[in-house]
Each structure stands twice: as structure tokens, then as C-alpha cells.
Antibody, heavy 123, light 107 residues
Framework: EVQLVESGGGLVRPGGSLRLSCAAS????????MSWVRQAPGKGLEWVSA????????YYADSVRGRFTISRDNSKNALYLQMNSLRAEDTAIYYC????????????????WGQGTLVTVSS | EIVLTQSPATLSLSPGERATLSCRAS??????LAWYQQKPGQAPRLLIF???NRATGIPARFRGSGSGTDFTLTISSLEPEDFAVYYC?????????FGQGTRLEIK
């Protein structure tokens, strides 16, 4: 059974940093591109970042480029999002999501999602 | 950036009725469009990928159609558990983008 479990969210002051983690199980993690998608309170879904299965290719939304860094450790079946220079508008639930199995490309739809971790940026 | 526009914003229907949700792209996304369902307090759930392929475990009453710039999600006969928010998503170009959502509510 595929499981994605996010952790690392919390309350942080503007300008601060936070590192999110996503623990994956139930599939061959290194074979799948992964993404982070966020949802501000009461708002829609916003894709944040993606990484290829091997970790060699990364992609970012303009809203986070230069502040956030996506990475993965395939030996630990873990996905990360390092978030620096946080702003109030980064407040959201952050989901990690797995690409659809039958789509080989890094740019994909998402067939499994974690339960999300809440990041609140406030003074 | 490809902008996805969903309509209507809110759809009020009764159980047993047919629901038709629309997603229009600002440029062609070929067939690279997905639909998700999200209920309060839950993560999104993939319903349809690549325009018309039902995801694993999704009932046959959910049908996706369209290509290019115009897409439709049809729910043939609404069940009580279908009332939720629905999002479309494209995977043609970076950045990946989502529509703003359609809220399907009980009339």
C-alpha cells in the first residue's frame, strides 16, 4: 500500500526557515518523480516544486524559486522541501504527491497524496 | 503559464442528477489534463488522468472527456458522497497548474 507521510510543518516568523519531509513507502521510490503541492486556507491547489526520480532535475513555481529547495534521499525513501525567507503568503497545507505510475515524465498528474502538513508564517 | 478556468464556480444539484463540470485551458494541453476531488479536511483524490482515464478504484459514473483546450468531467448520477470540490490540472508545460475549482453542493 502506497503511503506518503509529511512532517515538519509549524509556526514560523516571516523571514524564517523550515524543512518539510515526506516519508514514502509501498512503492519503488527512486523510480518516481515527486512533487510538493500547497493549499492556502480556504483556497485552491498550487503546485510548488517537482523532482525527478533520480533527483537530477528540479522544477519550481515562480512564487518560490530562489527561496525553496526540493531534494530527495532515495536510500531513505524521503522527499524534502527546504523553505527559506518565508512569507505570510506561504502559509498553507503542504502536500507531497507521487506521479501517476503510467506517466513516465517528471511532469505528471498525481495518484497518491499525503495528508499534508500545515505551515503557518506569522509574527 | 497555462491558465485553467473552471466553470461554474458552484454547481447545485440533487442526488441522482447528472453533473457536468468544465475546464478550459488558455492554450492547448493536448490530452494532458486530470481531475481531482477534494472533500473538507482531506487530500485531493485523483479521479481522471490524461483527459479520459479513470484512476484505480474510481466508479464508472465519473467520465472525463475533451482535448486541446476544452474538457468536461461528467458524473452520470450523483451519489451523496460526490458533493465536494473538483479541480482540473494540466501537465503539458511547467509550471504545473490547477484550475480554481468547482464546488458541487447539494441542492
Amino acid at each position: 500500500e502506497v503511503q506518503l507521510v509529511e512532517s515538519g510543518g509549524g509556526l514560523v516568523r516571516p523571514g524564517g526557515s523550515l524543512r518539510l519531509s515526506c516519508a514514502a513507502s509501498g512503492f519503488t521510490f527512486s523510480s518516481y518523480a515527486m512533487s510538493w503541492v500547497r493549499q492556502a486556507p480556504g483556497k485552491g491547489l498550487e503546485w510548488v516544486s517537482a523532482i525527478s526520480g533520480g533527483g537530477g532535475s528540479t522544477y519550481y513555481a515562480d512564487s518560490v524559486r530562489g527561496r525553496f529547495t526540493i531534494s530527495r534521499d532515495n536510500s531513505k525513501n524521503a522527499l524534502y522541501l527546504q523553505m527559506n525567507s518565508l512569507r505570510a503568503e506561504d502559509t498553507a497545507i503542504y502536500y507531497c504527491a507521487k506521479r501517476v505510475a503510467s506517466i513516465v515524465a517528471t511532469i505528471s498528474h498525481f495518484d497518491y497524496w499525503g495528508q499534508g502538513t500545515l505551515v503557518t508564517v506569522s509574527s | 503559464e497555462i491558465v485553467l478556468t473552471q466553470s461554474p464556480a458552484t454547481l447545485s444539484l440533487s442526488p441522482g442528477e447528472r453533473a457536468t463540470l468544465s475546464c478550459r485551458a488558455s492554450q492547448s494541453v493536448s490530452s494532458s489534463l486530470a481531475w481531482y476531488q477534494q472533500k473538507p479536511g482531506q487530500a485531493p483524490r485523483l479521479l481522471i488522468f490524461d483527459a479520459s482515464n479513470r484512476a484505480t478504484g474510481i466508479p464508472a459514473r465519473f467520465r472525463g472527456s475533451g482535448s486541446g483546450t476544452d474538457f468536461t468531467l461528467t458524473i452520470s448520477s450523483l451519489e451523496p458522497e460526490d458533493f465536494a470540490v473538483y479541480y482540473c490540472q494540466q501537465r503539458t508545460n511547467w509550471p504545473i497548474t490547477f484550475g480554481q475549482g468547482t464546488r458541487l453542493e447539494i441542492k
